[in-house]
Every structure is written in structure tokens, then in C-alpha cells.
């Protein structure tokens, strides 16, 4: 008899998602490793140090005095990290350039007609041509019409005649007075003995016009550029490395080139660089860009700046870098606690050594900055440490403005940990608290918030739960519709149903419910309903909920209820099959055996609809939202491989059919099971066997299944059974014939 339940229509609404905006980027996932036996003094290199998704992050640039948007200290994968910084840089000297040009021109351009001059497609050769014969800017008229010659040059096109572009740029030089446009045909004549190799001349005509570069100019920035560049070309490391040092401390439109071509190729070369200089702010830059590669060890790093100048920017900020990434570890441990392998372990005792190390060498240090204290402090609520009420008296009188209210999030982590249940009473004790907490902070920030509360809630829930498993994909920023649909794939589906039409949530648990839905399709609530019913053989449930979807109805081109020799029973039919149709044509059939229970044809159709709707069936999408095509070694296996039920109904068909055939064609059905019991127990699958093996399949397929079914007494049995019993009959000889199980039993 079917319970029936509660026929609630889903009227959820939830927003249709027409399309997701694809990014192409990279991301290099880089270890530290803190036992180097020995330290490498190289820099230069394009992998990847410091990169992470922003699952929680509970550090801030504005705590050691760095812009929001600088994308050389952002932590984040979302986008191809090298792409943004030089994304980024081109903008800023974009903008610069335009404002500049404008002030050149006192205002009599707007930035956009600036912008249309230099930087729309092929306006600099238009803008020569308007500006050749201008009156009212002759000598613009003169440069941008150079700017033009030399582009191809300075482009490294081919280039037939480069001495005569040069010595033209060397004539409008001495030819110019003003400021402004002289600065510029410096930097274009040096540019242009930059792309010729002339690296000489290049370094010559700037220190006989040093004077002609406004140090307050952006045109310095990219002429400090070059000079780096020719220095390194001239193998004169020592003062590339100073230059590009100067340029990614202090430059606005290209720190990115300090950043990436700041190269030391051997400790002679370092010592050389440390030697250059007394002055230990400078000498802890140096240390910070070394750190700043996988190569070098920031850890190792952050401890000689400690030794060197404990109370330069440098140590703060190679500290909020390194607190950045044991911040993505820790994260990376709570998200997957329980695993068991090896690589887990590894990562638990790298990360421990780490954060040990690190605070050992932040210990250190005599003066504590608000950014040291609140590493150590933070580090520690992390682990679940009480916070001393001395310590964070500390932090308070260290905090500014901007940092104060970290101070308040800290206090805040440490009562999130102190939930002993996830009760209404409790959320909503930690509510108010957050509540006036959260204004404090930019959207960003806030959600790092509510994604760490709601996965310290889930480590109160019971294990596979739905309200654990939704929480942690709301937790990992994950909660796309795939995955929300796998994580739902086996829940129960009364369960899910009493989640949906929760009537009171906490404002944590509404948090996560209506990102949830938000992410989900219109009508997809009724779906995954019925779907979950539809796995549990509640078929009446499940038909009560496909009638809302006509639309998303799942089809097969297979007969659900027909049988043929493979072992899964997909042979093409004539008819293709809804989930509708085929539960209704379920419940006709379960209908008729409440009328004949001895009906040896109801129990047979009735046993096929079990197994093909089950995961080795023709209709496994029937009853799942998701369904991968392996089992592997030691794996679970999944709900709908469960045939008890069909085999029971098999069995009963067996028990009240007549004719040898009939019965023949019953037991051939039974032997399937027994088949697919034995190839999907991954219990058995011992060192040689990795993933459910096939006949005909990869790594001796056919070898190991044989193996697995020589194993199984239910499946040699049965096999000879069927011969004994019905090896008489033309269907039993065919089958004999054509299945290859039979060549070797």
C-alpha cells in the first residue's frame, strides 16, 4: 500500500538563469614547502605564489595600508591573476596618461576627446593627419605625427628604415622647449634605442638629460622602466633589481614589471644587491620581491625581515601575504575534514608546521604591529583557541579607524565557535550580534562572513543531511545548480520536501535557502520532488509532482518494461518514455496485482520497471538528478543500484508462471542481478581492479569481470541453475548463444 503525503504544490519562486558569463583563466596551486634543504636566491619566474577562491577572508588590505584594487596583493582564482595585474596597470596608465594630455591642453579637451586622440582604433595615424597643419597646436601637431612614424618601430615590426626614424625623433628633441612634450620624445627616443638594441645610447641620452624628467610625472615611471630593462639586457643585475625594486614599491602605472622582472640568478648576485645598500627599508623591499616567488620560501623570508628591520611596511605586508594563504589552508581543511588519504594528511601536518613557524617567528618580534597581533590572534580563533581579554585590549588600542572593526569580527569568530547547537535560540543570539557587526564591513567582506557562520553551523548538522550539505556548498560559494542537484541527488525526499516548506528559518538558515533557490531553475523544486519520490518507489507522490513539469519531464528512447539480452536492456523501441508516463503505467500495473496478486505478467512488467529505472538499467535518469557512468574502488554505491525489490518481484513472477519459456526468460532477469551485483561490489575489487570493469573495457576489462564473477557464489550458481533448468528451451539456447558471459561459464 502507498503512503500517500501531503500534495503541497511548489510554488517557490525561483529565478530562471539565462546564462553564465565564462571567463577564460588559469590558476597555479602552489605548495610551501618549509624544509628546503637549501635556499635559492632566484626570483624570476611566472608561477604563481599566492592565489585562492574567497571562500572566507578575514584579512584586509587597508590593514597594512595597501589599496583595495591593487591586484598584486589580491588573493583571489576568480580570474586569471597575471591577466587582471596587467589589465589593471594598463588602465591606470590609460588614465593617467588622459589626465595628463589634459592638463597639457588646460581643459580645452575633454577626457574623452583626449581619449579619442590616443587610444580609439587607429586614431593616433587619424590624429597625425587632422593635427599635420594645426595652428592652435603646431607643436602637438609635430609629436603625434612622430608618435605615428615610430609606431611601427616601437611595435618591433619590421622596419626598414629605423636610423632615419631615430635621428627625426633626435631632431623634434632638440628642436622642442617645452617641457611637457620634450619629456615625452625622451622617453619615445629611448624607447626606440630600447627596441634597437642600442642600449648604450639609451642609458647616454638619458643621463645627459636627466634634468628634462619631471620626477612627479608619469612618463618618469616608464623611462625608470626602460632603464631597468637595459641594465638587465646589459647584464648589469645589480641595478636592474634597485630600479625594478624602486618600481614596484612606488610606481602607479607599471609596479606590475617590479613585480615580475625583479631577477637574481644566484646568491653572489643576491649579496650584491643587499651590499648596494645601508638602508635596511630598502634591503626588506628586497626580501619581500624574493619572497614573493614559489622558489624562495616567504616563511624563510618573513624571518630575516624580522631579524633585519622588524618594524618596516615590508614585514607587515609579506605577513598579511602569508596569513592570506595559511588563511586558504586552514579553509581547504575545514571544507574536507574527514578524508583519510594520504595527500589530506599531508596537507593537515604541512599546514600545522607552517602556522607554526610562523608564529615562532612573529614571537619575535619586540614591537607588535595591529596586523602581527591580529595574525596570531586570528590564527588561533581559527583553531578554536579562547581569546585572552588582554590580548584583544591590545589589538584595540593598535587598531585605526579601518581596523577597528576587525577587532569586533574577531570576538564575533570566537562566539560562532562557541555554538554547542544550531537551535533557533542560539542563530539568533549570534544574529544579533553580527547584525550591526555587518554595516561595518564591504559586501564582500560580509558574505566571507555569513559563508564561515554557515559552515560553523554545518559542523552541527548531522552527517549527510540536507540542511549540511547545502550549507557547505553555500559555505564554498558553490552552489551553482549542478551542484546543487548532485548534493540533493540521494537526500530522502519527504526530508527534502520538509525543507522546502519550512515555514520559520533562522536568518541563516533563509541566507542559504534563497541563495539556493536563487540558483535553481523555475519548477526545479518539483522536479528534484519528483525525481526523489520517484527513487524511493513512491510512485504516486512522484506523479503528483510531474504533472507540475510537463516541460522537464526526463525521456528515454528504451521501453522501461521491456527486456532484452544485454545486460541493461537497451534495445530501441518503437515508444519513448516520460517519468510521467512511465509511473503512471507503474501505478496501472501496481493497481492490477492489488486485484491479482497472482499474476505472473504484472510481477514480471513490474520487476522490469524496477530495474531499469535503477542504475544499471535503460532509464536510470528516471530517478536521479545526477548519475555518473563509474563505480570505483571502495566507493559507496548509490541508491538506485539497490535491486532487492526487483529481484523479489522476479522471484514471484518466477513462482506463478507457466511455460518453460516464460519461466526461462524470468530467470534470465534474476541472473542479471546477480551479474550486476557481482561486477558493482567494489569491496571486492582487491589491488588490480580500480573501477567497475566491463567486457571489452580498458586495464583487462573483460579478465577482471570474470574474475569478479567466478567470485560470486549467488552468480556460478545461478548460471548453472539456468542451464540445467532451462537449457531445453529456445530462448535459453539463443541466450547461450549470444551472451559472451556464457563463453566462459
Not at 668 to 684: C, G, H, R
Request: charged residues 25%.
Amino acid at each position: 500500500m502507498v503512503l500517500l503525503t501531503k500534495k503541497t504544490n511548489i510554488k517557490t519562486k525561483v529565478k530562471i538563469k539565462t546564462g553564465v558569463n565564462m571567463r577564460f583563466f588559469f590558476l597555479s596551486i602552489l605548495l610551501i614547502n618549509i624544509f628546503a634543504t637549501k635556499l635559492s636566491a632566484c626570483a624570476g619566474t611566472w608561477r604563481e605564489m599566492y592565489i585562492k577562491d574567497e571562500y572566507y577572508n578575514f584579512t584586509d588590505p587597508d590593514m597594512v595600508h595597501l589599496p583595495r584594487d591593487n591586484p598584486l596583493y589580491k588573493l583571489s582564482g576568480a580570474y586569471a591573476a597575471h591577466d587582471a595585474r596587467f589589465k589593471y596597470f594598463a588602465k591606470q596608465k590609460k588614465e593617467a596618461n588622459i589626465k595628463a594630455w589634459q592638463s597639457y591642453f588646460q581643459d580645452a579637451l575633454s577626457l574623452k576627446n583626449i581619449e579619442s586622440l590616443f587610444y580609439k582604433k587607429n586614431s593616433i595615424k587619424h590624429s597625425a593627419k587632422y593635427y599635420k597643419n594645426s595652428t592652435e597646436f603646431p607643436q602637438f601637431g609635430k609629436y603625434i605625427n612622430f608618435l605615428h612614424l615610430q609606431n611601427k618601430f616601437a611595435q618591433s615590426l619590421e622596419v626598414n628604415n629605423r636610423q632615419e626614424i631615430i635621428q627625426k625623433g633626435l631632431t623634434l628633441f632638440n628642436q622642442e622647449h617645452e617641457p611637457f612634450l620634450k619629456e615625452r620624445y625622451l622617453y619615445l627616443l629611448m624607447r626606440l634605442y630600447h627596441h634597437n638594441g642600442q642600449y648604450h645610447e639609451l642609458l647616454d641620452i638619458h643621463a645627459n638629460n636627466a634634468l628634462i624628467v619631471n620626477p612627479q610625472s608619469i612618463v618618469k615611471e616608464w623611462i625608470d622602466a626602460l632603464r631597468a630593462g637595459t641594465y638587465q639586457q646589459l647584464k648589469q643585475r645589480t641595478k636592474a633589481n634597485q630600479l625594478y625594486a624602486k618600481i614596484f614599491a612606488t610606481h602607479k602605472t607599471n609596479a606590475h614589471y617590479g613585480f615580475y622582472d625583479f631577477k637574481i640568478n644566484n646568491d653572489e648576485e643576491w649579496q650584491s644587491l643587499l651590499n648596494s645598500t645601508t638602508d635596511k627599508e630598502t634591503q626588506a623591499l628586497y626580501y619581500f620581491l624574493r619572497a614573493m616567488q614559489w622558489e624562495n620560501e616567504p616563511l624563510h623570508e618573513l624571518e630575516n625581515i624580522v631579524a633585519l628591520a622588524p618594524d618596516s611596511i615590508w614585514l607587515e605586508r609579506l605577513t598579511y601575504m602569508i596569513m592570506q594563504k595559511l588563511q586558504n589552508k586552514r579553509y581547504s581543511i575545514m571544507v574536507h575534514a574527514g578524508k583519510k588519504n594520504k595527500y589530506f594528511k599531508a596537507k593537515v601536518k604541512s599546514y600545522k608546521l607552517q602556522k607554526k613557524l610562523f608564529l615562532e617567528i612573529l614571537s619575535k618580534l619586540e614591537k607588535q604591529t595591529f596586523f602581527t597581533l591580529y595574525s596570531k590572534l586570528y590564527l588561533n580563533v581559527l583553531e578554536y583557541n579562547s581569546l585572552k581579554r588582554k590580548e584583544v585590549v591590545k589589538l584595540r588600542t593598535l587598531a585605526n579607524n579601518k581596523q577597528a572593526p576587525f577587532v569586533d569580527l574577531l570576538t564575533y569568530i570566537y562566539g560562532v565557535h562557541q555554538l554547542s547547537c544550531n537551535s533557533h535560540q542560539e542563530q539568533y543570539a549570534l544574529y544579533q550580534q553580527l547584525k550591526p557587526l555587518l554595516p561595518k564591513f564591504s559586501a564582500i567582506k560580509q558574505k566571507s562572513i555569513l559563508r564561515y557562520t554557515v559552515l560553523q553551523i554545518s559542523t552541527l548538522d548531522g552527517d549527510n543531511t540536507i540542511e549540511k550539505k547545502l550549507n557547505k556548498l553555500f559555505a564554498q560559494n558553490n552552489n551553482y545548480r549542478s551542484t546543487i542537484l548532485t548534493a540533493l541527488n540521494y537526500v530522502d525526499a519527504r526530508k527534502f520536501q520538509t525543507y522546502v516548506e519550512k515555514e520559520k528559518r533562522s536568518f541563516f538558515e533563509e541566507q542559504v535557502f534563497k541563495k539556493t533557490m536563487s540558483k535553481l531553475e523555475k519548477r526545479d523544486v518539483a522536479k528534484i520532488l519528483a525525481t526523489l519520490y520517484l527513487q524511493k518507489n513512491d510512485f504516486k507522490q512522484a506523479q503528483f509532482y510531474l504533472r507540475q513539469i510537463p516541460q522537464k519531464n526526463v525521456h528515454t528512447p528504451y521501453n522501461p518494461f521491456n527486456v532484452s539480452i544485454s545486460s541493461s536492456n537497451r534495445t530501441i523501441s518503437k515508444k519513448s518514455y516520460s517519468q510521467k508516463k512511465f509511473v503512471e503505467t507503474m501505478l496501472r500495473i501496481k493497481r492490477a496485482l492489488e486485484k491479482d496478486p497472482t499474476s505472473a505478467m504484472d510481477h514480471f512488467l513490474y520487476a522490469n520497471g524496477l530495474f531499469n529505472k535503477s542504475w544499471f538499467g535503460n532509464f536510470p535518469m528516471s530517478s536521479v538528478l545526477y548519475r555518473s557512468t563509474y563505480l570505483t574502488k571502495d566507493e559507496r554505491l548509490p541508491k538506485t543500484a539497490d535491486l532487492l525489490l526487483a529481484k523479489k518481484q522476479y522471484e514471484l513472477a518466477l513462482k506463478y508462471a507457466e511455460g518453460d519459456s516464460f519461466k526461462a526468460k524470468i530467470a534470465y532477469q534474476l541472473l542479471k542481478i546477480e551479474f550486476n551485483l557481482a561486477i558493482s561490489d567494489t569491496e571486492k575489487y582487491g589491488d588490480n581492479i580500480w573501477n567497475m570493469p566491463r567486457f571489452g573495457g580498458w586495464n583487462k576489462g573483460t579478465k577482471n569481470v570474470i574474475h569478479l564473477l567466478k567470485a560470486s557464489e549467488d552468480f556460478t550458481e545461478g548460471i548453472r541453475d539456468f542451464k540445467d533448468d532451462y537449457g531445453h528451451t529456445k530462448y535459453a539456447q539463443d541466450i547461450i548463444k549470444q551472451c559472451i558471459t556464457f563463453k566462459y561459464f
